[in-house]
Structures are given as C-alpha cells and as structure tokens.
C-alpha cells in the first residue's frame, strides 16, 4: 500500500541522529517507511544504526554529497508511489500524530504539494524558529516566519495557511508534487534548495502550506556543522545559483512602488496595521516603503517593517498610503495618495478636514468615521475598509496565564484619560461587585505620552477596600503577544468616551471573549451585533478638541452589562469558541489587505497583476490509473447497482465472506463489511452518524479511520483492478487520499427526490432532512475528488439503457488508462440491471421541494459541470468578463 | 504640541517659569539641559548656554520629539513578556488592591 517515506539525513553526530530516531519512532508512524541517508559519516553513525536494521532502512553514501544529493539519494530508495517527508537529524517529534496532521495538510486541497510546519527552539524560551517564510527580493535573506522576527510560542500560525516558502529541515511532498516537479535541484549543495523548490513548484500552480497543527522541536545547524567558513562558503555559493535564477524573477513580481507613511509605535492602533498590513501588501506584489510620519524609534526585530524603511528609489511612489492620524495627511507624497484614519468624535477636528484635501482617495474603517469625516467638510472620496482580525495571532486558542484563584477577569486598557475613561469603569465596577465575589477588573496602562496621568488618575480609585481591581502599568510587550493580554481575561472592556477605532474589541470577539463596549463611534455596531453594548448618557465635548463631541458611557448601562456578562459567562463560554470561529472567517485581515491593495490600484499607477499559473490538479499527470475504484454517492443513489456492474467489468470488490448482504439489498452492496464498520466507528467517534454527519472529527478518530482503511487496502491490493464503495465514504473520503495510489473516482448520482423519498420509506426520515443529507453527501463528495481522476454516473441513464451506459462508464474509465476492465457482455449487464431496481419514483416537482442550492446543485451535475475544475470555471468566467 | 512637562520627576512649575524668563518651551529646556549633562567637561558658561539655547531653538521639532521620547518612560520602548507581566500581576508578591 501506498504510504510515506520518512528520509532523515546525517552526517556524523550518531547522538544527535540517535535523540532523532528515537523520538520519531515513538510517534504514530502509520504507513510509513524510514530511509536513513549517511552522508559519508565517519562517526559511528554505521555502527550506531545497526540496532535499528528492523525499523530503518540505511542508505549509506560514500561521502559527504551535501543536503540536497544526500535527499536525493533517499528519494530515488523511496517506493515510487510513495509521498516523501524530508527531515534533518536535528529534529526532535515531540509530537504523536505529526505525520497524520501533515497528511491532513496535504490532501486538504488538490493543488497542494508541499507541507511544512511550526518549528520550535529549545525550551525554555520556546521560539518560533519556523511558521513559513519568506525570501526577501532585495538582498535575498530568507526569512523563517512572516515578519522576520523571533517571537516566542503563543499559538501563532496554527491554522494551515500557503506561504512562499518553507525550511527543508521537514518536508511533506506529495507524490504528484515529486512527479510533476522532480527531486531537489543539484545545482545547490545546501541551502537555497528549498526556497528553489517551492518556488519552481509555485510557478506550476503548485501550493506550499504550513501545517498549524504540527509543531516540532529544531535544533537548528546540528545537521550542518561548522568548521571554520564551511557552511558559510555553503551559504554563498548556494545563495550565487539561487540569485542566478531568481533575482530578476522575485524583482518583476512587484507592481510597483508603494510608500506606507505612518507609525510602528504610537499611537498604538496605527501602529498594529503598519505591524500586519505592510507585509501582507509585499506578499501582494506591492513593494512596500515604509517612512515615519514623526521620529520614533524603529524595532530592529520586525524584517519586514526595517526593510521597508531602508528602501528607497529615485522618484515619486506609484501610490502613498498615509495611515497615521489625519493631520498627517497632508504629508502623502506618491502619484496616487491615500489615506487611513479615524476620530474618536462624532465630527473630526477641522483641521484634520484641510488635510485630508490634500489625498485623492480617503479610507476610514467604517460608516461612523465616514460621516464624521464628512461632517467636518471633507470632500475627499471616502471609502470604507474594514479592518479584519489578523487570525494568526488572534484566536481562542492563545495560551496566557491565568488568575490564579479563577475569578472572573474583566480586561480594560487605558492610554489616554479623557478619551478611555478608566475612571468611570473602575468606579462603576466597584459599585457593581462586592469585595467577596470571585471577579476583578485588570486594567493595563499602554506605555505613552498619557499613561502618567491615566495612573495618577486611577491609583487612588482602586486604593481600599472593595472589588479587586488591579494595574499593570509601565510595561511594554512586543505587539504579536496582545492577543495574550485578551486571553488572560473572560471579557474585554471597552467602556469608552472616545468612538475611535480600538482593535482590541474585535480582536476580543476572535479569542472567544466577551466584549462590552460604548455603542459609540467604530465599536457601535461591532458590540449590536457580538457583544454587550453599553448605552450613551450623553454627549459631551472633548476639551482638548473643542466643537468635537464624544459619548459619555451610561454607568447604569455598564454596571448592568458587566453584572449580565458575569453572570452568564458559563454560557457564554460554551459557545465562544464557534462563536470567535464564525466571526474571525467574516472579518478577516487578509481580506482587508485584498481590498487595500485593490484600493491602492484604483488610479492605474501600478502595473496589473501578474497571471497566477493554472492550478495544479493530479489528472493533469499523464500517469496511468492504478486499479483502484472509489464509488462514491448518497445512500439510495444506486451505488450497489454501479458498483456490481464494475466488477461485471472485471473490478474485484473483495471475497464473497468479506461482503455484505442486507434484506433491503438481496443482490448484494459489494460492500466489505470491515469498509462498513470503519465507516461507521469513523461518524461515530466524532459524535455523529449517517443521518446526523458531524461537522469535523477528532484527529485520533481520523487516524483510527485511516488505520483501518488501510487494512482494507492491503485485503484488495492483491488484485487490482479493485473497488470500494460505501455511501459514507462521501463524507470521509478526503481522508483516505494519502493512501490510495492514483484511484479513480466513480460518483453515482441519482435524482434527489427519489433518493429522499427512499429514504423516507426506508428510515422514516422527513424529507427536507433527506435532501439536505443529500446534499450533504454530494457536495463533500464532489469536493473532495476535485482535481483527482473521476467519473460521473447517472443512476437513471443506467437503468434506462444498462448496455450503452455500460459502455460509456467503460469508455470513461478507460481515458485515465485503467487496465484490467472490459464491457460486459449484454446479457450480464441486462441480468443485473433491470428497471425494477428503481424503487422510488416521485411526482413531486424540482421546483416545489428543493432549495436554491439544491437545484443549482442538481443543474451542475445535470450538465456535468460539476466535474469541471473551479479554478479553470473561474479563469473561464474572468476571461469572459474580460 | 503642549508646553507643560507632566512628570513626577521634574517640578513643572518652576521648570515653565525658567523657560519662559530664556524664552523657549519646557521641553527645548530639558533637551539643553540634558546637552549639557552630556558634556561636564565643558565650561558652562552664559555665551554656552546662549549657544545650546539657539541650537535647540533651531532644531525645535526634533528636540521637542526627543523630548516626547524621553517621557514616554523606559516602558515605552524596553518590552518584556507580557506573560511574565501577567504572572507577576497575579503572584502573591504583587501589590493589588481591593478584595
């Protein structure tokens, strides 16, 4: 059976290759085979492997080829369907399912074919040595992580995400992605081969991702030591032959020049979107500069933003974006000036309004700060951009320390007096709870020009007796470890006079807290919709801004929302988690950034972007089908009737005892009962069954599942031309990809009505559940085999006319080169197939009992188009529109 | 950009009053000061501190903005974990108030 070649490469440091070996062979290493490459070590690495012989096969090499022979080496010894993982000898497994989560990774997408993952250094300061980097155009340093910097484990990254790049020290590479691509480039003996790799496989619309799920303990340069220049000399001449290739090729990739004008320290909200968004516009195309809007001083650990501030070029930007406080935005010096701003009033200062006037274009956050804008006279074209959550580093699952004596933490933040109050809400949290109930307020004093007078303001408030609140002032956090100070508490406060926007309050609803905020200004409707809004006392004028109004917080209203959201929190935190999940896929930063660079292309001063190579997809291989039949289709689809006919063709389905045969059945479902049982045990160990499929599974339950699909493989392997079929698999199948060898997908289609009408006889099932079980079915089916070889088979055709549709099943087959089938003869398909079959029969119209989707899912496997390939259905309608 | 000083660690008052008899702000006070903190082997004479004066008069918005810095505090700009912070918050030694 097909499965994964684990290839570790050493040379010398047995020790090191020993702490290895050990720790991945205490993982779960489920059809995995481990090849052991020796670089010519002289070391006693021979001697050492020894003790392995029956659970690693050695490949010794006669001397050093360096990193990327040495891989090589171990792909050429690899069995030639399987995928290959690359690792060094400087890795340690401390995770169990690491090779699982890859494999999820993998096959989550069709045109994947490079998977890394979270690379943690030695404890105790547990850093992210690698979460999918980056190579940089100007110099060409490589970087481990987005933006360059060190950061500590927070949890960041954990979700699968594409990125340009990862580190060779670990490697998933599907086997489409080895044969469409090859092995590693000997142009390079180490370093930069990688980089090359993903690069080269880019440009075949190959996608490299970073399994979130799958973090790793790296030792990083064990594999390569140093003796005095060698790996330097490496380095250099490794990073000449990539220069030679790709320089030009990274420098054309940019549409043009565009300057970002704003701050990375204060204020603190600025700063954030010049942290995540000048990055994320790189990664767009854009080559991002970076200037401040005032002096401050630089963090010298941020790549991204240093390097931006040392480019420069001779003229004007293609486009400016000043994203700063609006009286800077007469400041903008590009061909196209932009700007990003908000107030914290109901109308922004007039002088702000005149500096506007010197952009082309304005955007604001929301409608709030529209009409504020507006109000004060600003005749600039106003956009909205909605600043999303940046769900790397913001979700339910960022670890923090925690109250020790589990009260009930609210979190407030407070950098300016006036505009955020803290006084208002820490008298009225004082009032609202007794000293002896277990809940306390925390209020973080942000580092700046007002945090003296916030604390001078405040200490005496909380002196005394009373409900606990406590201060954290006069520290300062590196910015990727906010979403830290949401997680040590249960609700985020937001009680504030001024109406600008605070990211913390909707980066709170990301993390799974509860927000309470003014319904005022940026935060009023974000608090209707997700969170505990507090009502407006008052309107009140800003006496450092006069003829500006901000909202003063009724202190009822938030003593009431604080009790409510105390009081509630065990229910609230049952569903914080879906709830943070739902919110962050609305809300998302790249999607923000998508749109900013849409924006900042408006006025034609930056080139179009350049065409994205099409899609990898495995069908695009010319490599023969293997044998291997996949029926998929919904329970009373006529999958029993399609698969008997495919082993009339000649398919095995497995031995007469292993199968099934039910009473609602009597010619049999060509089912194996252990594909059954696995199936069944698979919905059931995430809490759910054929009529109540689960939304996702527990990994244990998805390994467990591919064990014994495995097992199921290796019964069939011994005579392929062979078929599977079970209606469940429609749910599950996605899973079973990493072992099938170049399968073919049968899906048997059926209509809808008659299969929930045969359901609601058989099961007793209403039929708006049947369809929507249908539907169910279908679309994860269809999903699922997307990019891979399929056919589709229409259970009504075939009872029509079994000979011809017989023979076009055959005929399809026969185009992925599957051997070993042949059409039967007439009378054994006419002997097997007869219309009788076709129980259910219904009167009912399409139009009377599905849905919208239903009958556009219909209509796509109606005309076949639901085989045809999205990605090539999305170039085809943009070339239309073009 | 405001002309008064807020911090415990300077007297405003007097400060604002020195700095207004030499003719500058509070704050292009502090950055001469601290020039000629910065350079004791110097004799600090009147035609010295005309001098420092006219040259902080002429750099007006950088020193204010260096000055800006210099009140941040060293929080501002020094970071540390914020999950050792949070640790310390809540560990027993930790004055807190309320309870």
Same mark, same amino acid.
């Given at each position: 059976?097909?499965?994964?070649?684990?290839?570790?490469?050493?040379?010398?440091?047995?020790?090191?290759?020993? &702490?290895?070996?050990?720790?991945?062979?205490?993982?779960?290493?489920?059809?995995?085979?481990?090849?052991?490459?020796?670089?010519?070590?002289?070391?006693?690495?021979?001697?050492?492997?020894?003790?392995?012989?029956?659970?690693?096969?050695?490949?010794?090499?006669?001397?050093?080829?360096?990193?990327? &022979?040495?891989?090589?080496?171990?792909?050429?010894?690899?069995?030639?369907?399987?995928?290959?993982?690359?690792?060094?000898?400087?890795?340690?497994?401390?995770?169990?399912?690491?090779?699982?989560?890859? &494999?999820?990774?993998?096959?989550?997408?069709?045109?994947?074919?490079?998977?890394?993952?979270?690379?943690?250094?030695?404890?105790?300061?547990?850093?992210?040595?690698?979460?999918?980097?980056f190579i940089e155009p100007d110099d060409l340093w490589g970087q481990q992580n987005e933006s360059g910097e060190l950061e500590r484990d927070i949890a960041q990254f954990s979700d699968t995400r594409r990125v340009q790049g990862i580190a060779f020290a670990l490697a998933y590479i599907r086997r489409d992605c080895l044969d469409r691509i090859g092995a590693l480039d000997p142009m390079f003996h180490s370093y930069f081969e990688d980089t090359d790799y993903c690069l080269r496989a880019a440009d075949a619309g190959i996608a490299t991702v970073v399994a979130g799920a799958v973090t790793l303990r790296h030792d990083q340069h064990g594999s390569t030591q140093d003796d005095g220049g060698f790996r330097k000399r490496l380095w250099e001449a490794s990073r000449a032959s990539f220069a030679a290739r790709w320089h030009q090729r990274l420098r054309e990739n940019y549409r043009g020049n565009v300057l970002w004008q704003g701050t990375t320290r204060f204020p603190p909200a600025y700063a954030q979107l010049a942290r995540t968004l000048v990055r994320r516009l790189d990664a767009r195309g854009l080559r991002m500069a970076y200037a401040p809007v005032a002096a401050e001083t630089p963090n010298p650990h941020d790549?991204?933003?240093?390097?931006?501030?040392?480019?420069?070029?001779?003229?004007?930007?293609?486009?400016?974006?000043?994203?700063?406080?609006?009286?800077?935005?007469?400041?903008?010096?590009? #061909?196209?000036?932009?700007?990003?701003?908000?107030?914290?009033?109901?109308?922004?200062?007039?002088?702000?309004?005149?500096?506007?006037?010197?952009?082309?274009?304005?955007?604001?956050?929301?409608?709030?700060?529209?009409?504020?804008?507006?109000?004060?006279?600003?005749?600039?074209?106003?956009?909205?951009?909605?600043?999303?959550?940046?769900?790397?580093?913001?979700?339910?699952?960022?670890?923090?320390?925690?109250?020790?004596?589990?009260?009930?933490?609210?979190?407030?933040?407070?950098?300016?007096?006036? #505009?955020?109050?803290?006084?208002?809400?820490?008298?009225?949290?004082?009032?609202?709870?007794?000293?002896?109930?277990?809940?306390?307020?925390?209020?973080?004093?942000?580092?700046?020009?007002?945090?003296?007078?916030?604390?001078?303001?405040?200490?005496?408030?909380?002196?005394?007796?009373?409900? #606990?609140?406590?201060?954290?002032?006069?520290?300062?956090?590196?910015?990727?470890?906010?979403?830290?100070?949401?997680?040590?508490?249960?609700?985020?406060?937001?009680?504030? &006079?001024?109406?600008?926007?605070?990211?913390?309050?909707?980066?709170?609803?990301?993390?799974?807290?509860?927000?309470?905020?003014?319904?005022?200004?940026?935060?009023?409707?974000?608090?209707?919709?997700?969170?505990?809004?507090?009502?407006?006392?008052?309107?009140?004028?800003?006496?450092?801004?006069?003829?500006?109004?901000?909202?003063?917080?009724?202190?009822?209203?938030?003593?009431?929302?604080?009790?409510?959201?105390?009081?509630?929190?065990?229910?609230?935190?049952?569903?914080?988690?879906?709830?943070?999940?739902?919110?962050?896929?609305?809300?998302?930063?790249?999607?923000?950034?998508?749109?900013?660079? $849409?924006?900042?292309?408006?006025?034609?001063?930056?080139?179009?972007?350049?065409?994205?190579?099409?899609?990898?997809?495995?069908?695009?291989?010319?490599?023969?089908?293997?044998?291997?039949?996949?029926?998929?289709?919904?329970?009373?689809?006529?999958?029993?009737?399609?698969?008997?006919?495919?082993?009339?063709?000649?398919?095995?389905?497995?031995?007469?005892?292993?199968?099934?045969?039910?009473?609602?059945?009597?010619?049999?479902?060509?089912?194996?009962?252990?594909?059954?049982?696995?199936?069944?045990?698979?919905?059931?160990?995430?809490?759910?069954?054929?009529?109540?499929?689960?939304?996702?599974?527990?990994?244990?339950?998805?390994?467990?599942?591919?064990?014994?699909?495995?097992?199921?493989?290796?019964?069939? $392997?011994?005579?392929?031309?062979?078929?599977?079929?079970?209606?469940?698999?429609?749910?599950?199948?996605?899973?079973?990809?990493?072992?099938?060898?170049?399968?073919?997908?049968?899906?048997?289609?059926?209509?809808?009505?008659?299969?929930?009408?045969?359901?609601?006889?058989?099961?007793?099932?209403?039929?708006?559940?049947?369809?929507?079980?249908? $539907?169910?079915?279908?679309?994860?089916?269809?999903?699922? !085999?997307?990019?891979?070889?399929?056919?589709?088979?229409?259970?009504? $055709?075939?009872?029509?006319?079994?000979?011809?549709?017989?023979?076009?099943?055959?005929?399809?087959?026969?185009?992925?080169?599957?051997?070993?089938?042949?059409?039967?003869?007439?009378?054994?398909? !006419?002997?097997?197939?007869?219309?009788?079959?076709?129980?259910?029969?219904?009167?009912?119209?399409?139009?009377?009992?599905?849905?919208?989707?239903?009958?556009?899912?219909?209509?796509?496997?109606?005309?076949?188009?639901?085989?045809?390939?999205?990605?090539?259905?999305?170039?085809?309608?943009?070339?239309?529109?073009? | 950009?405001?002309?008064?000083?807020?911090?415990?660690?300077?007297?405003?008052?007097?400060?604002?009053?020195?700095?207004?008899?030499?003719?500058?702000?509070?704050?292009?006070?502090?950055?001469?000061?601290?020039?000629?903190?910065?350079?004791?082997?110097?004799?600090?004479?009147?035609?010295?501190?005309?001098?420092?004066?006219?040259?902080?008069?002429?750099?007006?918005?950088?020193?204010?903005?260096?000055?800006?810095?210099?009140?941040?505090?060293?929080?501002?700009?020094?970071?540390?974990?914020?999950?050792?912070?949070?640790?310390?918050?809540?560990?027993?030694?930790?004055?807190?108030?309320?309870?």
């Amino acid at each position: 059976m097909r499965g994964a070649t684990l290839i570790v490469l050493a040379w010398n440091q047995w020790p090191m290759t020993r &702490r290895c070996l050990d720790s991945l062979l205490a993982t779960d290493l489920d059809a995995a085979r481990i090849v052991l490459v020796d670089n010519g070590s002289s070391d006693g690495t021979r001697e050492g492997i020894a003790a392995y012989a029956d659970r690693v096969r050695y490949v010794p090499l006669g001397e050093n080829l360096g990193f990327v &022979r040495g891989m090589n080496a171990g792909i050429a010894a690899a069995p030639a369907d399987d995928d290959v993982v690359l690792l060094n000898n400087d890795l340690v497994f401390t995770q169990s399912d690491w090779l699982n989560r890859l &494999r999820d990774a993998a096959y989550a997408a069709p045109d994947t074919g490079i998977v890394g993952c979270r690379q943690l250094g030695p404890p105790p300061e547990n850093h992210v040595y690698h979460s999918g980097g980056f190579i940089e155009p100007d110099d060409l340093w490589g970087q481990q992580n987005e933006s360059g910097e060190l950061e500590r484990d927070i949890a960041q990254f954990s979700d699968t995400r594409r990125v340009q790049g990862i580190a060779f020290a670990l490697a998933y590479i599907r086997r489409d992605c080895l044969d469409r691509i090859g092995a590693l480039d000997p142009m390079f003996h180490s370093y930069f081969e990688d980089t090359d790799y993903c690069l080269r496989a880019a440009d075949a619309g190959i996608a490299t991702v970073v399994a979130g799920a799958v973090t790793l303990r790296h030792d990083q340069h064990g594999s390569t030591q140093d003796d005095g220049g060698f790996r330097k000399r490496l380095w250099e001449a490794s990073r000449a032959s990539f220069a030679a290739r790709w320089h030009q090729r990274l420098r054309e990739n940019y549409r043009g020049n565009v300057l970002w004008q704003g701050t990375t320290r204060f204020p603190p909200a600025y700063a954030q979107l010049a942290r995540t968004l000048v990055r994320r516009l790189d990664a767009r195309g854009l080559r991002m500069a970076y200037a401040p809007v005032a002096a401050e001083t630089p963090n010298p650990h941020d790549f991204r933003l240093a390097l931006a501030a040392r480019r420069t070029w001779n003229d004007t930007p293609d486009a400016a974006l000043v994203c700063a406080p609006p009286h800077h935005f007469d400041k903008a010096r590009g #061909r196209f000036r932009v700007g990003f701003g908000f107030g914290e009033w109901d109308r922004v200062p007039e002088h702000w309004a005149r500096a506007a006037s010197a952009l082309d274009r304005m955007l604001v956050p929301d409608a709030f700060q529209a009409e504020a804008f507006r109000a004060a006279g600003v005749r600039t074209p106003i956009g909205v951009l909605p600043i999303g959550i940046d769900r790397d580093y913001c979700h339910p699952r960022v670890p923090a320390p925690r109250n020790p004596h589990q009260q009930f933490v609210f979190v407030a933040v407070a950098e300016d007096l006036a #505009r955020d109050a803290p006084d208002i809400l820490i008298a009225t949290f004082r009032r609202t709870f007794r000293a002896d109930e277990p809940v306390e307020l925390l209020i973080y004093v942000r580092p700046g020009i007002g945090a003296v007078p916030v604390t001078d303001a405040i200490a005496p408030l909380i002196a005394g007796d009373g409900a #606990r609140v406590r201060m954290l002032a006069n520290w300062a956090f590196p910015d990727y470890q906010r979403a830290q100070l949401l997680a040590a508490g249960d609700a985020y406060v937001s009680a504030r &006079r001024g109406g600008g926007w605070d990211p913390l309050a909707a980066e709170a609803i990301a993390c799974g807290k509860a927000l309470i905020a003014t319904e005022f200004g940026s935060q009023q409707s974000l608090v209707k919709e997700y969170g505990h809004g507090v009502a407006v006392a008052r309107m009140s004028e800003d006496a450092a801004h006069p003829g500006c109004r901000w909202a003063e917080p009724d202190v009822e209203s938030l003593a009431a929302r604080l009790r409510e959201v105390y009081e509630r929190h065990d229910g609230l935190v049952a569903k914080s988690d879906a709830h943070a999940e739902r919110f962050a896929q609305t809300h998302d930063l790249d999607e923000t950034a998508d749109r900013l660079v $849409e924006c900042l292309a408006d006025a034609d001063t930056l080139s179009p972007p350049r065409a994205h190579p099409r899609a990898h997809r495995p069908t695009a291989l010319p490599r023969p089908a293997s044998g291997q039949i996949v029926v998929l289709g919904m329970h009373r689809s006529g999958t029993s009737s399609i698969a008997g006919l495919l082993v009339r063709m000649g398919a095995w389905a497995g031995s007469d005892q292993d199968l099934l045969i039910g009473p609602d059945n009597p010619k049999g479902h060509y089912e194996l009962a252990a594909l059954h049982g696995a199936c069944l045990k698979r919905l059931a160990a995430a809490g759910g069954d054929w009529a109540h499929p689960p939304e996702s599974a527990p990994p244990a339950a998805i390994d467990e599942f591919r064990r014994d699909i495995a097992r199921v493989i290796d019964l069939l $392997e011994p005579r392929r031309p062979w078929l599977i079929k079970e209606p469940r698999l429609c749910l599950v199948v996605r899973e079973i990809l990493p072992l099938l060898t170049r399968p073919v997908f049968v899906h048997v289609v059926r209509d809808p009505i008659e299969v929930a009408d045969s359901l609601v006889a058989r099961n007793g099932l209403d039929r708006a559940h049947a369809l929507a079980l249908w $539907e169910r079915y279908t679309r994860e089916a269809f999903a699922a !085999t997307q990019g891979w070889p399929r056919v589709l088979v229409d259970y009504a $055709e075939t009872i029509a006319d079994p000979i011809r549709a017989a023979a076009r099943l055959h005929a399809d087959l026969a185009r992925f080169d599957l051997k070993g089938l042949k059409v039967p003869e007439a009378k054994a398909i !006419t002997s097997w197939i007869e219309p009788a079959l076709r129980r259910q029969r219904s009167d009912a119209h399409a139009a009377d009992v599905l849905s919208v989707s239903q009958r556009e899912l219909v209509a796509a496997i109606a005309d076949r188009s639901i085989l045809a390939d999205s990605a090539a259905r999305a170039a085809a309608s943009a070339r239309a529109r073009g | 950009m405001s002309a008064t000083i807020d911090s415990g660690f300077i007297d405003a008052e007097r400060l604002a009053a020195l700095a207004e008899r030499l003719g500058v702000s509070p704050r292009v006070l502090v950055a001469v000061a601290a020039r000629i903190a910065q350079s004791p082997e110097t004799p600090l004479d009147e035609e010295r501190v005309v001098a420092e004066l006219a040259r902080a008069r002429d750099a007006s918005a950088a020193t204010d903005t260096a000055v800006d810095l210099l009140l941040l505090g060293h929080g501002a700009y020094a970071e540390g974990d914020l999950a050792d912070a949070l640790a310390m918050v809540w560990s027993d030694r930790f004055s807190s108030t309320g309870g």
